[in-house]
């Protein structure tokens, strides 16, 4: 499981995301349904992904990620000393943000104010992983839950290399709350018949396997096991 610090918009409010990603199966959809679930949306993107050719960023945990619809994010290593089965990430969406953090991780003098596109040259940065999600956005509350109490969120994705994985997800204020997440979330995995142990790697990880093996086994070095997948026998040592 991982749990996310997002920073959305100001740098002084902040959610944070406990999620836990999982492999769907033929039925996940219908089990939705049968324990009330609600479809969303459904949605169509393409994830791009930059790094230096060295993969400088994803080497230091740094994920840069434009989103075709929604602008640049930078997943970055959140505070250390986070106990239990997960770990924390702070999501810089302010551009301006991820340009200084960029600069800081590349070892560079801040460059301008201009946004994320204009620093790419400059600091080497180039797509290494570009794929289309199509998504399946599901809403549940589980039973015996309190009615302000907000829902569960189920993302069922199918990327255009043939892989698919899930997600589940809940939103708290604060690392007080992530313990009840946390349950919640095992909770309803448990009804969709996910085994405990399993653990599922996120797309770029996968996507980088398949089509960057000499990549992925540098990344194999600095990436923990939750990040890595199944079966690898390489060193364990994490993404997002």
């Known amino acids: 499981m991982f749990v996310d610090l997002l920073i959305a918009g100001s740098m002084t409010q902040a959610l944070i995301e406990v999620e836990r990603k999982f492999v769907p199966g033929p039925d996940t959809e219908d089990r939705l349904q049968e324990l009330g679930g609600t479809l969303e949306h459904r949605v169509t993107f393409r994830d791009s992904y930059y790094d230096t050719p060295e993969l400088s960023l994803m080497r230091a ?22 106990s239990g089965p997960h770990t924390e990430y702070v999501e810089l969406i302010v551009e301006s943000a991820i340009v200084a953090q960029l600069c800081e991780v590349l070892g560079t003098e801040v460059l301008g104010a201009g946004g ?39 993302d069922l994705d199918t990327a255009d290399f043939g892989y698919t994985v899930g997600e589940v997800e809940a939103l708290v204020h604060e690392e007080a709350e992530i313990p009840a997440a946390l349950e919640k979330i095992h909770s309803l995995s448990s009804m969709l018949g996910v085994p405990v142990q399993e653990k599922a790697p996120a797309k770029l990880i996968v996507y980088l396997q398949r089509f960057r093996p000499q990549d992925y086994q540098h990344l194999l070095e600095v990436l923990s096991p939750s990040k890595k997948p199944q079966g690898t026998k390489a060193p364990d040592s994490s993404l997002g």
Not at 70 to 81: A, D, I
Not at 126 to 152: D, I, M, N, Y
Request: with cysteine.
């Open 61 to 82: 945990d740094h994920w840069l990620r434009q989103r075709e619809g929604s602008g640049w994010e930078l997943k970055c290593p959140g505070r250390p000393g986070v």
């Open 116 to 154: 994320v596109a204009a620093v790419l040259g400059p600091l080497k940065l180039q797509e290494v992983a570009s794929f289309v999600t199509k998504r399946s956005a599901w809403k549940l509350v589980l039973s015996g839950a309190e009615e302000e109490e907000p829902p569960l969120r189920v």
